[in-house]
């Protein structure tokens, strides 16, 4: 197991909550920190994880990015940057050790700003089920242990076992949506709307999970049936196992194709997926050698023909 720790009290506890299960076996637990470079101590935090890995005997591997730069560079805002920075760096690490799972310390209190920042930004039942406790990363499968657990519980373990943490400066820094989230919105909702609402955040995002899982097993029926796989940058749709699927099932089906095609979703908005949508819904299979084409982000293009819908990435 790969363990992701910053030095923040969260991923600390994590830390040494896995070192006291470790209790023996063939198992290797092993810490992965990644160095943002975007504050002044940031090296005394990666020097703090070192020496805390040190002490528990566990081998400690470093990684940096000047994410300023990235972020310059790539033309998107600090926070992904930063998101993608670090998670290309814990894919990288645990190919290279050969680790099956990487564990990161998201708590309830992150899963449900989590939801609440998807739903000002906008977004769909998936979007509402917030982070799941699992998904692949690379040749491992993330974990998210702790997405039951409340930061103020983290917080007293350490108390309890005496264990010092590092505090992150730029958790406080409302230029950022998750602070202004965190530390604005969501205290006001708790103030004036309901005191429970980090509970209410939460029981949303378990109900639109359930929701979820019921439309993953319909869309997966319909992707075994409907679409075929040719190579990396093109797949077939056939568009007669799909009439009378109504247009979130079709929306979600393209996703899936995306997602299990690896292209860029990023760029591919409401707007995007509505579009492709109505390609199949609207297609006219009893003009079988009608023939519409269009070029979506990614430079996908998708063409109806002979009552198929054909996306190919150009490279």
């Known amino acids: 197991m790969l363990a992701a720790v910053s030095g923040g ?55 940096c990015c000047d994410v300023a730069q990235l972020a310059a560079d790539t033309g998107e805002g600090i926070e992904p940057a930063a998101r993608r920075a670090r998670y290309d760096f814990l894919k ?45 990363l690379g040749p491992a499968t993330l974990l998210r242990p702790l997405l039951g ?83 990396e940058n093109s797949v077939e749709i056939d568009v007669a196992h799909l009439a009378g699927q109504p247009p979130y099932l079709l929306r979600e089906l393209l996703v899936l194709v995306w997602r299990r095609q690896s292209w860029p979703m990023r760029a591919m908005g409401f707007t995007q997926w509505e579009q492709l949508a109505r390609l199949l819904s609207e297609t006219d299979r009893s003009s079988p050698a009608a023939a519409t084409k269009q070029i979506f982000p990614g430079n996908v293009q998708a063409e109806i023909r002979d009552g198929k819908l054909r996306l190919t990435r150009v490279e």
């Open 9 to 63: 009290a969260d991923s600390v506890a994590l830390l040494r909550a896995m070192a006291a299960l470790k209790t023996g076996g063939l198992g290797r637990l092993c810490v992965a920190h990644f160095n943002h470079k975007l504050r002044d101590e940031a090296e005394d935090d990666q020097r703090f994880v070192v020496s805390l890995c040190k002490q528990l005997g566990l081998s400690c591997e470093t990684g």
């Open 92 to 136: 990288e690490t645990a190919g290279r050790l050969g680790a099956r799972f990487v564990l990161t310390a998201h708590t309830a209190d992150d899963q449900a700003e989590t939801i609440l920042h998807r739903i000002v930004r906008g977004t769909g039942i998936s979007g509402l089920a917030g982070m799941s406790r699992s998904r692949p």
């Open 149 to 231: 657990v409340r930061r103020r519980e983290l917080e007293e373990y350490l108390r309890d076992i005496g264990q010092p943490f590092r505090e992150d400066s730029s958790n406080t820094d409302r230029r950022f949506t998750r602070n202004r989230i965190r530390h604005g919105l969501l205290p006001l909702l708790a103030r004036q709307y309901n005191s429970a609402v980090s509970d209410a955040l939460l029981r949303l995002g378990g109900l639109a999970a359930d929701v979820q899982g019921v439309i993953d097993d319909l869309v997966d029926q319909l992707h075994e049936r409907a679409v075929k796989f040719e190579n």
